[in-house]
């Protein structure tokens, strides 16, 4: 995580080029925060972590009294509120540097309704994260982690070994992710724990895994059942654990995609070791560690000449507070 709060990282960048998430995921968290509803009365404080430079925490502006977006970056915080300014509500949210593991010294006790966390929870410490969050969070609250992993272009599954080898190799990415975070991805948020402490629910755990019913891509040894998502008025799926409908699929150009991947931490940590290879940038497949991969990709998929169709594979997981 040190590496967005790097004086070299561009949060601008991050800002305008990562993925931002759909509207649908946000309505089944407040399904499951409200007990089924998607209904706009406000819901008191939510609180967002590592909430980078603001996306989770602008989409919950309008279903809460109060939003708090906390991030260990005091560069995420900056890019945040300067792109804040003129979202409607804005005057309801409130920015604070902090790690997620620290927020019980800059939020009350028992003052927070719904915690969220988007491409975040992998960096957590999660004992101390949980510890944090029961402090934090009023008896009934809820508490949703979703995350991504890496995207696959529609059509064209002949270009998964050019990703894995892009990601993955030692020649490449494979040892430049920050660890335990990337595996935590890998597995979908199932490597982290729900906790077991009293103040949590255990009857109400959730793993949601929004791939699609015929998606052969995941990495399951044992694929949960499939559910179609939930619409307003269809009762929840009555399961802890479930596959449902993609949500994030796009078409993205070439350079959007390519600037993307220039966002990625490992992309950063290897040109910091190798700083000759960014200096080859945007010479094609005689340029640095980016430009290769693409050449490789666009060279797999011809006929796509301006851009891509992808999907990004989201996953969640949600927990309740006690009511008592």
């Not at 990337?182 to 109400?204: G, M, Q």
């Amino acid at each position: 995580m040190a590496t967005f709060a790097s004086k070299d990282y561009n949060a601008a960048s991050y800002a305008t080029f990562r993925f931002t998430y759909p509207q649908p995921l946000l309505d089944l968290v407040l399904r499951y925060h409200s007990d089924g509803s998607t209904s706009t009365t406000s819901r008191g404080v939510a609180l967002d972590l590592g909430c980078g430079t603001g996306q989770v925490v602008k989409m919950l502006i309008g279903s809460f009294d109060q939003v708090i977006g906390t991030d260990a970056s005091t560069k995420m915080i900056e890019q945040a509120r300067a792109d804040a300014e003129g979202w409607p509500g804005i005057s309801k949210v409130e920015w604070i540097v902090s790690p997620a593991e620290d927020v019980a010294a800059h939020i009350g006790a028992a003052s927070v309704d719904l915690v969220t966390a988007g491409q975040a929870a992998h960096w957590f410490d999660q004992e101390r994260v949980w510890e944090a969050l029961a402090k934090v969070t009023k008896p009934g609250a809820t508490v949703a982690f979703w995350g991504y992993s890496v995207f696959h272009v529609v059509g064209h599954p002949e270009l998964a070994s050019i990703h894995r080898a892009f990601e993955e190799n030692e020649d490449c990415l494979g040892p430049f992710w920050e660890q335990p975070g990337i595996n935590i991805l890998s597995s979908y948020f199932r490597d982290i724990p729900f906790p077991d402490a009293p103040e949590w629910d255990a009857t109400f755990r959730r793993r949601v895994y929004f791939f699609g019913e015929t998606d052969t891509t995941a990495k399951f040894q044992d694929r949960p059942p499939y559910y179609p998502l939930p619409q307003e008025g269809e009762s929840l799926p009555p399961v802890g654990e479930y596959v449902t409908d993609v949500l994030l699929r796009k078409y993205i150009t070439w350079e959007a995609l390519e600037a993307y991947i220039r966002t990625w931490s490992a992309v950063l940590r290897y040109q910091t070791k190798y700083p000759e290879d960014k200096e080859r940038r945007g010479r094609g497949e005689e340029g640095d560690i980016v430009d290769r991969w693409f050449a490789a990709l666009k060279k797999g998929a011809p006929e796509c000449k301006e851009g891509v169709d992808i999907e990004v594979p989201l996953f969640m997981m949600v927990v309740k507070r006690a009511s008592n």
